[in-house]
């Protein structure tokens, strides 16, 4: 079977329209329409949307949708506009210029899903059925003999749409058979995909961000940062790797003109900086998994450079499926796909300076809590701006859990403004969602923690990226950079001590004779250092008035359990001692009870003998 291709179907297709669109009008409830119904003729190329309403007198839901018409002689048709996003995505389209008609004049049009993708080299026509503001697509897989033969054709029909129109559909079956094509024309159905399990379908995501104003700050040499550029879906049949993905620069602008470039997946940023060797072309390789079955969300954002004339253009896209490597999913989309295009605008944006300094960090002992780590600096500037999060990079030789229970203090009222239990593994230390109203002004902060460990060990706090801070200009509500400084050297983490105390409830005074499991001698163990691993102690039993004095079952207790092995026999001013390999350790702060406890027996220990347990 042959592909229907324009030129095979050119005497058959009289005309093809070079407009149309998808555009969702539940975004209609933004424009707040309340016209009356349309009096003006109806042309090619316009926008109608119903007047239905409900028996309550409010609209239907039908009555939301908006459709582009197309005239052919005496032929009406008319096309759903899928979303705002592809609305906004053909340039001579306006909100206001939609008409209200009534719902008998609606009839009047027959409602088209077929398409062809400007562009594509391949002229393929798809027949596309909506599903909220999304919808799936298959590839008319039919000779223009049979496409024309089923019932229900209307070449006519055939609307011209661009590629971020058919990227907001996703790909399923191809329609082989006519009778498949009629069942479309009859309900709407599609085939169900009948790929091996192998696939990586990609789409322009429904909310990828309409046309709009990427902001810069040429006075105060500041910019917009991570401004959202494009939004795809990616559908993964198989786990799949995606190994990289190649975007095309379009627009006024130069490569030198981005500053920066984000790759993030599902929200979380998975790469940025890619490489330029080639003009206009930017690759991500840090490589991500999408799982079986799910729809993965992948996002560019740029940062623009401050100096970017006002009125430049800047969009993103990718071109082809080869620019999308992955572990051996093969690659299906309606490319190009591309976003929308973005106007440069300059005005006047919030400056932000974060200082990072740790001069009155004094006492950072072992064991010490709430202790004061490092003071932040944030001086703002221009507009007001709201501090969703700050991030601070912990270097030195210190490990991860070295430090820990970090509270971020404001200085004005001692108040605790956030707090995280630990560093991320790469040794962050993250306070996110603070949204912390900050005018313009110079404000302090501290972050203070608990020292855990890491004797002969050191730290500072730095801020490194850009990114790692997120300050929203209030006034122009979009993100700005902030400018990081570190004045910092490297503090060393002091050891603490391990005490050991004879205890206050210790035994002094007589004993009984012939008891068993007398407590003869209580203490204190103390970690104030870190955590302590005791392997062995040493003891005497010591004998004062030179009686001999033989202790019998000699036991170290340790909290009330037994610690090592039982000493049989113990003779007076004798070393001995316990082993305990890896049984006794003491917690950070924490404090054992250890007690050595023995029996007394009339054929080894006389009335009137003297003796204590020295170690």
Not at 26 to 51: H, Q, R, Y
Not at 387 to 395: H, I, R
Not at 432 to 437: F, G, K, P, T, V
Not at 455 to 474: I, L
Request: glycine letters at 8%.
């Amino acid at each position: 079977m042959s592909l229907i291709k324009r030129k095979t179907l050119k005497k058959a297709i009289s005309t093809v329209t070079a407009i149309t669109t998808v555009v969702w009008l539940s975004g209609v409830s933004m424009f707040a329409l309340t016209p009356a119904i349309a009096l003006a003729a109806v042309e090619d190329g316009n926008l109608i949307k119903s007047d239905a309403t409900n028996p309550d007198g409010t609209p239907t839901l039908e009555s939301l949708d908006v459709y582009i018409v197309k005239l052919v002689g005496t032929k009406k048709f008319k096309r759903l506009v899928l979303n705002p996003t592809v609305f906004e995505s053909y340039g001579h389209l306006n909100w206001e210029d939609i008409q209200t008609v009534s719902q008998s004049v609606m009839d009047e049009y027959t409602t088209s899903g077929l398409v062809r993708v400007d562009g594509d080299p391949d002229e393929k026509v798809y027949a596309m059925t909506p599903d909220g503001d999304i919808g799936s697509k298959s590839w008319i897989n039919l000779s223009a003999e049979d496409f024309l033969g089923a019932t229900g054709s209307d070449a006519d029909s055939i609307y011209t749409i661009n590629s971020t129109d058919g990227g907001n559909y996703n790909a399923v079956g191809d329609i082989t058979t006519t009778t498949e094509l009629e069942a479309y024309y009859s309900d709407g159905t599609l085939p169900e995909g009948t790929s091996e399990g192998s696939g990586l379908t990609v789409a322009l995501s429904a909310s990828t961000p309409a046309a709009g104003y990427i902001l810069v700050d040429g006075t105060n040499n500041t910019y917009q940062l991570q401004a959202p550029l494009v939004k795809y879906n990616m559908t993964a049949e198989e786990d799949t790797v995606v190994e990289s993905i190649t975007f095309k620069r379009s627009g006024f602008i130069a490569d030198a003109d981005i500053d920066e470039m984000y790759l993030f997946v599902d929200g979380e940023m998975v790469d940025y900086g890619p490489s330029n060797t080639e003009s206009k072309m930017f690759v991500f390789s840090t490589p991500f998994t999408i799982e079986a079955g799910d729809t993965a969300e992948v996002e560019v954002m740029v940062d623009i450079d401050s100096d970017d004339t006002d009125g430049d253009t800047v969009s993103i896209g990718i071109d082809s499926a080869d620019d999308i490597t992955t572990d051996g999913a093969e690659v299906e989309g309606s490319f190009p796909i591309n976003g929308n295009t973005m106007n440069i605008a300059d005005v006047d944006l919030a400056t932000v300076d974060v200082t990072v300094e740790n001069e009155n960090v004094t006492n950072l002992e072992i064991g010490t809590k709430d202790e004061q780590l490092a003071e932040i600096t944030i001086d703002v500037n221009i507009n007001d701006v709201v501090a969703e999060k700050l991030a601070f990079t912990v270097v030195g030789s210190l490990s991860a859990n070295d430090l820990a229970n970090f509270e971020l203090v404001d200085d004005s009222d001692d108040s605790v403004v956030a707090s995280v239990e630990s560093m991320t593994d790469s040794k962050m230390v993250v306070f996110d969602d603070l949204d912390l109203d900050l005018e313009e002004d110079n404000y302090t902060f501290y972050i203070k923690g608990d020292i855990m460990g890491g004797a002969g060990r050191d730290f500072k706090f730095t801020g490194d990226e850009v990114f790692d801070f997120s300050f929203v200009d209030q006034e122009q509500e979009v993100k700005v950079p902030a400018n990081p400084d570190s004045y910092q050297i490297l503090q060393d983490i002091e050891a603490g001590d391990f005490t050991v105390e004879l205890a206050d409830d210790s035994p002094l005074g007589n004993v009984a004779d012939g008891e068993d499991e007398v407590v003869l001698a209580r203490y204190d163990f103390t970690a104030g250092g870190e955590r302590i691993k005791v392997e062995s102690l040493g003891f005497q039993n010591v004998d004062v008035n030179t009686n001999d004095v033989t202790l019998e079952n000699v036991k170290l207790l340790v909290d009330g359990s037994q610690k090592g092995s039982t000493i049989t026999t113990l003779v007076d001013d004798t070393d001995s001692g316990f082993d305990f390999g890896n049984t006794f350790t003491i917690n950070l702060g924490e404090t054992a009870v250890v007690e050595i406890v023995a029996d007394l027996t009339h054929a080894n220990v006389t009335d009137a003998d003297e003796f204590h347990i020295a170690n």
